[in-house]
């Protein structure tokens, strides 16, 4: 069941990776932009993840899972970029100061140091099955989300609160607030898939965000 749910969200992920281009090429909603990798690395994980079993188990497979985990250090913390240039594009005052600017570059490298060192470098991962799934996961005992995952779904939190009250757009924060909920409550579901569910909640209200702060840039003709 699992290998059907996994293709699903490759597919739903390929289909925002479509409509984000599109936003970004229309409108130049610049947010859009550090989403697309995000997207990318996304379509990447469940389509590895969708087609585990019919791969095989071995190097081959061992390799591109492995590179899910190179993939997450380095693309999910642009979630930090993008939450800030949402502020700035809500034109949120002190958005635009350059201390901001800079302090969100900095922690955006730190997270992807952070994830790096403490996560990737030196992991060992091994074969597994679960609910009808082959993948290549850490055998080391998990001892909850990564840190860096942690600070990125608060600063998105805390951002999503700012442009719910700065432009009475809800869909940020709810999306936000499940993508925490999903995460922090073992639902009573045999599937492995439901986090990442959740994780397209959370890609799809970013997306829309996107979309809604189209109104302060001019559509490009002919786009």
Do not use: C
Not at 33 to 52: A, D, H, K, R
Not at 185 to 196: F, H, K, M, Y
């Amino acid at each position: 069941m699992d290998t059907v749910l996994f293709t699903f969200l490759t597919i739903a992920y390929t289909i925002l990776l479509v409509l984000a281009i599109k936003v970004l090429r229309n409108y130049k909603v610049l947010s859009t932009l550090l989403l697309l990798p995000v997207i990318v690395g996304l379509i990447y994980e469940n389509g590895i993840i969708s087609t585990g079993r019919f791969i095989g188990k071995g190097p081959l497979l061992e390799g591109l899972n492995l590179a899910r985990f190179w993939i997450h250090a380095f693309f999910t913390p642009l979630l930090v970029l993008y939450a800030w240039k949402t502020l700035e594009q809500a034109e949120v005052q002190w958005a635009s100061k350059n201390w901001v600017r800079i302090f969100a570059l900095l922690l955006t490298a730190s997270l992807i140091l952070m994830e790096l060192f403490t996560v990737v470098i030196g992991l060992n991962i091994e074969a597994s099955i679960e609910y009808g799934v082959l993948s290549y996961s850490s055998n080391e005992p998990s001892s909850g989300p990564p840190i860096m995952v942690l600070i990125v779904s608060v600063v998105l939190l805390v951002s999503s609160l700012i442009i719910w009250r700065r432009q009475e757009w809800i869909w940020f924060f709810i999306g936000s607030l499940l993508m925490i909920v999903g995460s922090a409550i073992q639902l009573p579901v045999d599937s492995g898939a439901i986090t990442n569910f959740f994780e397209l909640i959370l890609i799809s209200s970013l997306l829309g965000t996107a979309y809604f702060q189209r109104k302060v840039h001019k559509p490009i003709k002919g786009g």
